[in-house]
């Protein structure tokens, strides 16, 4: 550090009011990591470690000495290095209420709205609502919305979220129910409130045949008082040291700087070129984490005040290279309100940009000048400030200072630029515009908010004084090339022309020839990506049409009313939503809490931070860490592997692979636990070294060098694999004859449907901790998985112990969705290998990429059909061939595929069908189960088939569904007799909830006045088999331990990840004990509690479990007679002390086996039998921007059947939070592999889960009311996966808009339209004009970038 200043080497910064002073601090250490391991506040939470998912969301907090004010940010923890918080103050979740000295507001109604299911994003949600209300204690919903831009929750579907939180802004009051008759909409409050609410007990007021409206009451929640927050450190107040000082820290391999003055600064630049100047770490941080780099000199400009200030100047707005990009909306934003608009026009665009630029946690922390900076071609801001001509102020220590252009010569290849290694990005410079100047910009994502564009762009034009000639002419465009480029020659050609019609077909003909994209260009969807370009100068050329028509209406006509829709840009709107449920009889005792929406057992726990999950669990005494050495190709020979220069790193400890295992423990069922010969995957396990940490086992990793001859291609798509007919086998089920049927069909069609796989994304990736126990080969087992008695059996295995050496035990995992079912043994085995060998405890905690690598997803499904029909649309004859992407293990894939042949109908009477399907093996990670296992699939290629009969036919989709249901008495084509359907009664209900005759008829009058927005609605209901299909899975046990004091420890075979299942038997056991659900505890799922369990899945977690509790809870009630006859009045706790005196037996187990369960049998064509069938029915409307594909979900009608529900905010949680799942599968979510296998799309930067921003824009959940379930516990049903299938209203809604913008171009014929229906499929589909100018690319040999597997 140079020398004129003071340096100080000891990092001073506050954490939840205590002071941290560090001497010893390691720049490469993040805030999350410091506070997890260091502080031990493991509140904050990892989900991805990119700055992608908001768990470890912290606020930040900052006296800016000028303005005497304190200023705080919401950021994530995970990209902030620790090195940068000298002088701050950070609050984390535990800094603002726990369970012992009393929950903040924010965190009271999150638990009691029942915001929070696995609570893994919980903490981070907690977190931007309490910055925003530090900000701004009465936010209106729209801040609380843009505060959310950077979280993601995978349980909840965000309704409830939204809903707790409403309470604390401006639009705060009753909310109504969407009818209109509300009572709430009448005047006065809600009559329909349900007994027992937020775990109190309620009076109960109506009758049974009112129904309920509200899952939590507002009532008595402490309000919130910002005269009760924690104040900011007075001594960071007075101390202005720690900000004037600089700053020198230096760790193991990296230094990090921050400089104090510009010249400062320009020394250590020219000391270090290759240093990085790190502003908010946001592309640096995501560089190291995820992409190997290690950079080992860090220079942290944000104290220079250069760097920082913001200017004004005749021209423009000038802002440090360091100004945030909150700090820059800020100042733009003063001088829109300030200038008059036509100064400000670049500005206007550049807000509207950060709308959808990042999250809030990253614009709180991202630099303007690390965005120019970074050079990416798929920046947001280059573009704009590209076409706005700004200019850059470069400096460097010995060659002075100069200003260049931000223009095409600026970027000089991927990622690099002009600018010297010396010198620095002092500031940019924005310039105003004029009145004849125009300009906007332009952004497609796949996501809405917080996604990096597919393409952006820029421009500007100005025209001569009082005319529309174009004098100049600026086309910027980001995602179309290795850097930011400009349309030249569109551009040029323009120049001199006036702003018509023949300007834009001749701009947009120039632009589709001047933005070229290869074959195989990067980041793929070239055809869309060169429309995207042509729409977006389409909607500037009416843009600035519009503004033309003001300034000259005798030169041009104002835009129509369709036209003006294309411009506008997309508008917040306030979320509505309501849940109907069935209240609980009068007559039913109120101590009794089944049925009444009880919050989740964990809530307040999962909100002050304080739930452990694994990674949470303080280390053990010599614990190691584990990181694994997977397989680079897919299909080939291990010649060799090399461990030696991995072994060389201090801290390593071991490398263990298959040479250390027998052959016989190296198996697990068809894969090995270490691959040994021959990988069939990308992702697959080799080895697994182990080192004293994550960050060094994981270096270590990369080091081990396998060599590999590939043996055959790939084979990576459902393609390929019929083509090779490389599958494990298939299987055909089926009624009736379909051959025949369909020769005297009617009508016939034929076609194909595609289903993309999907992505788990749980929000805790796979967390285990091995711990031999040193004795007997006894080893214990803390796992994040969805199935305890699986990873037992395996690990003994593995281990070559019995199974009683194993033990595995759950406390609560962060998300599971059946990805945790068998992969995630995939993981702890291998660790039990190296825990057992090595003989101390290890941990892992996979990092987001490695979880989405090797732990596989959803099945993708191709599905070639053939079907007949009468002239009605009444289906007479189906003949299905469903193929399965599998990938490299078998896995649950025979189930899978068996599910959606089970599933293939849906909820239709199809007389003659035949349903194959074929369990395709490919050389892609081993895909596993997924909420709904198969089914979803199935049941989409059948709705997709009456889509097609209906569009052949001419009729609404919804007559044709009607016209084949299912009803009481019919059989299924897998020979179940059909038994208390409730299917129409859901359909009824849904159809008159939502008013759907009324809803057509609007969408079709839009339709007929708009060209360019279109709108769709669709109806679709839901039918699921419920029970394993595999017989021997339905059975499930408990133990009910009664202590002396009466309270009870209730275990049973179910693993709790979010669903509710633990508060639910928490009811089972308390209305069997007739004693309040305060008395009993789980404290874990373990299998030396409860033996040989069932995974926790299938939907039926709550029916086998809950019938197992009962039983254990009847066993100890009954013993309990004798003594309670004898003192009635006595109560619970006496009656169990005079048990225990009397030596009566306090513990008991249950057990329940699902009787008659029967698969069907495949070679016979024997009935299969389930347990029963759930059904429901939504529907949904959309409108589609068809010139982009992107869309908005206005509407969304759901009425489910989950029987007399348990506990209806669990059960409308499962529903909402299931919809949301599969909306993201049916509109948002693509996994993308290359031709070679490798997974493209990892973590939350690449791959898109549904966010805040993705929910209906109303959305009512209706639990169908007196539809009792005689075969399940206390009458409910199943609802974990059922509703998932619900989202294909939306897919179906967003296909009808699409064949209406087909119809406008005269496309009448049935189209192709696969699942999922993202921006890219939408548009491509509607195609138009400007499509017509896309010619086809086509492979001149060269493979594409990623294909569909
Ligand atoms: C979750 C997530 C979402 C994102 N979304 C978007 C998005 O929607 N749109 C988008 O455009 N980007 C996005 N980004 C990328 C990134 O956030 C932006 O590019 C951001 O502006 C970078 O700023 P920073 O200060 O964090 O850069 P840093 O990581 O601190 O630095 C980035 C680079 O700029 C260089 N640099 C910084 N300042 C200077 C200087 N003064 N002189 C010379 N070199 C300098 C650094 O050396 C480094 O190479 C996203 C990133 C993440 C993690
Ligand atoms: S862990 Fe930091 S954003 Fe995901
Ligand atoms: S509760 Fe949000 S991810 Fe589970």
Redesign the pocket.
Known sequence: MSHDARCSNTLVFFVNGAKVEDADVDPECSLLVYLRTKLRLCGTKLGCG???CGACTVMLSKYNRDEDKVKHYSV?AC?TPVASLHGMAVTTVEGIGSTKTGLHAVQERLAKAHGSQCGFCTPGIVMSMYTLLRNNPHPTMAQLDEYFT?NLCRCTGYRPILDGYRSLTTSAGPTTCGKANCCMLNGGGCGNMNGQVNGGTEELDGELDQPGHHLYQTNGMRPYDPSQEIIFPPELKVRNDLERESLEFKGPRVVFHRPATLEQLLHLKDLHPT?????????????VQYKNQLYPVLIN?INVAE?TSIEETSTAMVFG??V??TALEEALRDQVTLKHESRTRVFAAIIEMLR????KQ?RN??????????A?P?????PLLMAAGAILTLRSKNGGERQVTLDHTFFTGYRRTI?LPQ????NINIPFTQQNEYFFGYKQ?RRRE????IVNAGCKVVFRPDSIEVLKLDLAFGGMAPTTVMALGTMKELVGRKWDASLLEDGTSQLACDLPLAFSAPGGMVEYRRALTLSFFFKFYLSVRGQLSQSLPQLVAPLTQDEQLVVTPHQYTEPASSQVFQRVSPEQSKTDPIGRPIVHTSAFKQVTGEAVYVDDIPPFANELYAAFVISSHANAKILGIDESEALKIEGVERFICARDLSEERNQRNDHEVFASKMVDCIGQIVGIVVAKDQPTAQRAARLVRIDYEDVDTPIITIQDAIEKKSWWNKWTMKTGDAEAALKVAVNTLEGETHISGQEHFYMETNAHIAIPKGEDGEMEIISTTQNPSDTQVMVAKALGVAYNKVVCRIKRLGGGFGGKETRSADVSVPLCVAASIIGRPIRMMLDRHEDMVITGGRHPFLCRWRVGFTDQGVITAADLHFYANCGNTIDLSIGVVHRSLYSTSNAYNWPNLSTTGYACKTNLPSNTAFRGFGAPQGMFCSEDIMEHVAQYLHLDPRVVRERNFYKTGDTTHFGQVIERCTLSRCWKDVLDQSDYSTLRANVQKFNSEHTYRKRGVSVVPVMFSIAFTLPWLNQAGALVLVYRDGSVLLSHGGTEMGQGLHTKMIQVASRTLDIPTELIHISETATDKVPNTSPTAASVSSDINGMAVLEACEKIKERLKPVIAKDPKAGWKSWVEEAYLQSISLSATGYYCTPGIKAYNFETHESAKFNYFSYGAAVSEVEVDCLTGDHSVLQTDIVMDVGDSLNPAIDVGQVEGAFMQGLGLFTLEELRYSPSGVLLTRG??AYKIPGFQSIPQKLSVSLLRDAPNPRAVFSSKAVGEPPLFLAASVFFAIRNAVEAARKDHGLENIFRFDSPATAEHIRMACQDFLTEKIEPAVSKGEKPWSVTV
Do not use: C, R
């Open positions: 990119e700055g992608g994530n990209l950077g240093a990085k100047i790190i502003g908010g770490n946001t592309e640096v941080g995501v560089e400009p760097l290279a360091a945030t990009l959808w630029f990042a999250g990253i922390a991202a630099a303007i000048g690390g965005n120019v900076m970074t990416s798929i920046s947001d801001l280059n600018v010198e620095v990005l002092i994502a917080d996604d990096i564009a939350p930067g």
